[in-house]
């Protein structure tokens, strides 16, 4: 049983168009962070959220903690944007990570 | 200023020897995280310092895996005896402060490959 899913596995789409990326978890959280992980294997940390929204240039994260779900949210979706966007939560001591959505934007 | 740096970049080694990994993390981050990212697999917790000192051990895969940090600064992972399952990408990261689950940042990785 993985503790965390993320949804969809695969996502390719125009550039322009508005991405959404799910999210959701099993146990209770302390936080939940937003990763990317682009094609040559470096990863950035995008968020760290522990309750509402953040928002940072077109990238827009939200968390439900009742709901157990948090989505990823990328507006005027760009070819640069194209990555491994994992969620990652922390409910203890550890971190568990979904097994990420990969992003193609096409030109 | 200088991210994390993690050397090597990549090792190639045989079954059953010992390796070690350097973490070195950003100056002055308190927080600093092991994980490993096996081919096609996702990402996996290992071990986590606040200072020195390593709260919880319980994600290492085995007793052959084992970290310690010095100085509030470099951490080496070693593993000893390699098996081919250890072959993965091991990925170190930190962050400023003591709060686990701050943002955490990244270094480049070393690439193991056990043959």
């Known amino acids: 049983k993985n503790e965390v899913e993320q949804s969809p596995q695969n996502l390719t789409a125009q550039e322009g168009e508005f991405i959404t990326i799910n999210c959701s978890y099993s146990?209770?959280?302390?936080?939940l962070h937003w990763l990317q992980q682009h094609p040559g294997g470096g990863i950035v940390s995008l968020f760290m959220?522990?309750?509402g929204k953040k928002k940072h240039g077109r990238l827009i994260a939200t968390i439900n903690i009742q709901e157990k779900h948090s989505s990823l949210h990328i507006t005027a979706s760009h070819p640069r944007d194209s990555a491994v966007y994992i969620c990652?939560?922390?409910?203890?001591?550890?971190?568990?990570f979904g097994t990420g959505t990969s992003l193609t934007v096409i030109p | 200023g200088a991210g994390v740096s993690q050397s090597p970049s990549n090792k190639v080694t045989e079954k059953g020897k010992d390796v070690e990994l350097r973490c070195d993390p950003i100056?002055?981050?308190?927080?600093l995280y092991w994980y490993r990212q096996s081919l096609g697999q996702g990402l996996e917790f290992l071990i986590y310092?606040?200072?020195?000192?390593?709260?919880?051990k319980s994600g290492l895969p085995s007793d052959r895996f084992s970290a310690e940090r010095t100085g509030g600064s470099v951490s080496t992972l070693t593993i000893q005896r390699t098996q081919q399952e250890d072959s993965a990408v091991y990925l170190c990261?930190?962050?400023?402060?003591?709060?686990?689950?701050?943002?955490?940042?990244f270094g480049p990785g070393t690439r193991l490959l056990v043959l």
């Open positions: 990261a930190s962050s400023p402060g003591l709060v686990l689950g701050e943002t955490q940042y």
């Open positions: 146990v209770g959280i302390s936080a």
């Open positions: 959220l522990s309750s």
């Open positions: 990652a939560v922390l409910p203890g001591n550890q971190f568990y």
């Open positions: 100056s002055g981050h308190t927080a």
């Open positions: 310092f606040q200072g020195n000192s390593a709260p919880d």
